[in-house]
């Protein structure tokens, strides 16, 4: 049978499986959409599971443009032992253990980590310093430390605490959470500083991103489901979900789609707009330019 040449316009929202990087996904969605035009909007850890953004064909050139700048995961963070990467990828480096551990005392130690903090990412991450990845310098011996960036946890609501043990026996107290937070949020860096705020060290041991902006685990599919049935939101449907919308009539679209600067629609979102004829078809993501609506993108061919 003939294989297709191009796949289909549209985002793919993945459930990525622990231990595939989001490259490994890309490229076996490469396989699965029969192009080579995929790529993805953030990444996540290969230990995490989860929603993963994909762009196949004309979406790519949407991905730039997802503001995607809230999400939300479910975690469960391991207090009592520290590890080299603040998850359990990593060694471990202290097991200081956190017998008798209250619930109050894990509830204090969340407030000050909740809203508008300052948060130190950890150094095994893709950080660039001076062009190159923090954990590149983590492997090279670099002693170096990195900046600490404004970033909001909107919630942080902890769901179980339960005593432990780990496996070299450091009676531990693992803490099931969920978390909403803004994008470059790194949730191991909130179990690590939870774990120094009550001095008994912490890491991520589970690490499940249940929604990516507008996109959550109702949408994704595992990617045995996408061998099966490759599922594909429309770019029309997915440019709907995360952009304000502006419907045009004939006239503008046509002008529009010419090059044409219309006046803006007043819809001072600061942001992308989504824009849509009055057959529904998604033209365009414009902003607003000096009154005008400047172009980004045009979708329609």
């Known amino acids: 049978m003939k294989r297709r040449s191009t796949g289909p316009d549209g985002l793919i929202i993945v459930d990525k499986p622990s231990g595939f990087t989001s490259h490994d996904v890309v490229a076996k969605m490469r396989g699965i959409a029969r192009t080579r035009r995929v790529g993805h909007a953030g990444t996540l850890d290969p230990m995490a599971t989860g929603v993963l953004v994909l762009g196949v064909e004309k979406a790519t050139r949407l991905l730039g443009h997802l503001a995607l700048t809230e999400k939300e995961y479910a975690a469960t963070i391991r207090l009592g032992q520290s590890s080299v990467t603040d998850d359990a990828e990593g060694e471990i480096t202290e097991s200081a253990g956190a017998a008798g ?154 002008l529009l789609s010419n090059g044409v600067r219309l006046d803006a629609p007043g819809l001072a979102t600061g942001g992308p707009i989504a824009v849509f004829d009055p057959d529904g078809r998604f033209l365009a993501l414009v902003e607003e330019y000096q009154g005008k609506a400047k172009s980004l993108a045009v979708f329609a061919s």
């Open 101 to 254: 551990l209250a619930r109050e005392a894990v509830d204090a130690g969340i407030a000050p980590l909740t809203g508008d903090i300052q948060q130190v990412p950890s150094k095994v991450s893709a950080i660039k310093i001076d062009g190159k990845r923090s954990y590149k310098r983590v492997l090279e011996g670099e002693d170096f430390e990195l900046a600490a960036r404004p970033v909001t946890v909107s919630s942080f609501v902890v769901h179980d605490v339960r005593e432990a043990v780990a496996e070299d026996g450091t009676p531990v107290v693992d803490v099931d959470v969920t978390v909403v937070c803004s994008s470059g949020t790194y949730i191991r860096a909130l179990a690590r500083d939870l774990g120094a705020a009550l001095g008994t060290g912490g890491h991520l041991t589970a690490l499940r991103r249940t929604r990516v902006g507008p996109y959550g685990l109702d949408t994704a599919r595992t990617l045995d489901q996408l061998q099966e049935e490759l599922t594909v939101m429309p770019i029309a449907q997915a440019a709907a979900a995360a952009f304000p919308r502006w419907d045009v009539d004939a006239q503008q679209a046509r």
